[in-house]
């Protein structure tokens, strides 16, 4: 069995495979102020004529603002109100307001663990699968049954297995990595399929550089990015729940039955960047050096961790943004603010003309500010460079790792990082 498999069958109490239909019990059900009270009106849908309109376990939910914060519309104060007495009303206390981008706090606070089944109305939900737990988006609808059943129906995904070996060269990142993996399947190459990313090089990965490559397995249309839990994630944990003991049975079986296994070699990978207006559209950054940048945005649950801003603040010295550059730093939670103060990084990057907002989305999907305007290029550490994602349909995206981000920043144009 895959990893994915032994999750589904634990989570639906009978041997399962890819392909079989389940009603898997979750682990936990997270959703946040965009999705959020589309879910809660299901619930109440769902609901209706009931006496009790209790949601399933107030201790499995977790709900967080980011996206809008704070509130940059009325609309948006409206949806956050919405969402706080909600919360209130059923005993939610995993609740937060000015946490951070949920990818990053939901782990970040222990709530995800090894072999858990864990549903977010975001795409980007797949990003907890760095852990080894099955974690997956969800639309409002489905989270509305989540929240009023704590089940969900699936199909047990095939695994497309990432086999990925040799040392990763200086300032080439796992970013590098995800952007050339999801250049090399394209948008759909694994499309219901849970994406499982394995070999010496995903083993020498921090959490935080493993939760950039399973944030981004939506993006080559993965169910999951799954890489089994070692040492290194029963670390993380311990750091985060008291005791915790890694079960080594959340890994995949030898020979287990896999849709596809891929191998690569990374050795003499070069920085990469997804260009305008999609994620597949990979090249290495030698190809597009000296296009002129308007803006770098380093933040988003991607890239906008302690060890992200760390590689920008040591590219970036005591050097200045480029003349006629925005750099845009919006540290993915509060915890990686601080420790990114605590540093001395904020003050760097104040010093250098940055400017540094508190833990929140951003511009990553055209929220709440920091949006290109017509004609304008952005580089962003973000996951998608869709058309009009950061802003206007007439502006573009690319997508790099942190220190194609900082070397962008100095230079006013997309340069290799290596020259930095
Ligand atoms: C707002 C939300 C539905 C959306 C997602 O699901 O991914 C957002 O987080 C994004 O990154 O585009
Ligand atoms: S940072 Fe971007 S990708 Fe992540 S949840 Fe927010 S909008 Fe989505």
């Not at 070996?165 to 399947?185: A, M, N, Q, T």
């Not at 039955?257 to 994620?279: F, G, K, T």
Request: contains cysteine.
């Amino acid at each position: 069995m895959t990893i994915s498999e032994k999750i589904f069958s634990r989570a639906s109490g009978k041997e399962v495979k890819a392909g079989d239909f389940v009603l898997a019990n979750i682990d936990l059900a997270m959703t946040h102020d965009i999705t959020g009270p589309l879910a809660v009106d299901g619930f109440y849908e769902i609901m209706e004529g009931r006496e009790e309109k209790k949601v399933w376990d107030p201790s499995k939910i977790v709900i967080l603002f980011d996206h809008q914060v704070p509130a940059d519309s009325l609309h948006a104060a409206k949806n956050h109100i919405m969402l706080r007495e909600f919360a209130q009303e059923q005993n939610i206390l995993n609740y937060d307001v000015y946490e951070g981008v949920c990818h990053q706090v939901v782990p970040e606070k222990g709530h995800v663990k090894p072999g858990d089944l864990v549903v977010g109305s975001d795409s980007h939900t797949c990003a907890y699968g760095s852990l080894g737990a099955f974690s997956t988006g969800v639309g409002s609808t489905d989270m509305a049954a989540v929240l009023a059943s704590g089940k969900l129906w699936f199909r047990v995904p095939q695994t497309i297995r990432f086999e990925v070996e040799g040392k990763l060269p200086e300032r080439v990142y796992s970013k590098d990595l995800i952007l050339h993996l999801i250049g090399d399947v394209g948008v759909e190459g694994a499309r219901y399929m849970a994406a499982e990313y394995a070999g010496s090089t995903v083993r020498s990965l921090s959490i935080s550089e493993r939760m950039t490559m399973s944030n981004m397995a939506i993006e080559m249309g993965g169910k999951a990015g799954i890489i089994e839990p070692d040492g290194v994630t029963e670390k993380y944990l311990q750091e985060r729940i008291p005791g915790y003991k890694l079960d080594p049975e959340w890994v995949s079986d030898e020979g287990a039955d896999y849709q596809d296994i891929r191998h690569y070699d990374v050795s003499n990978l070069e920085p990469q960047l997804a260009c305008p207006h999609n994620v597949d559209n990979v090249k290495p950054v030698s190809e597009v050096e000296g296009t002129k940048v308007d803006q770098v945005f380093v933040g988003s649950c991607t890239n906008g961790r302690f060890e992200d801003l760390e590689i920008v603040a040591n590219m970036m010295g005591d050097e200045p943004v480029a003349e006629g550059v925005r750099l845009l730093v919006i540290p993915a939670s509060r915890t990686e603010y601080l420790k990114a103060l605590r540093a001395g990084y904020i003050e760097q990057f104040m010093e250098a003309g940055a400017i540094v907002e508190s833990a929140c989305c951003g511009p990553c999907m055209g929220g709440s500010f920091g949006l290109l305007g017509d004609g304008e290029v952005g580089l962003a550490t973000s996951n998608r460079n869709f058309r009009g994602r950061e802003g206007s349909a007439e502006s573009f995206v690319y997508l790099g790792s942190p220190a194609t981000a900082a070397a962008a920043a100095l230079t006013g144009e997309i340069t290799d990082p290596r020259k930095i």
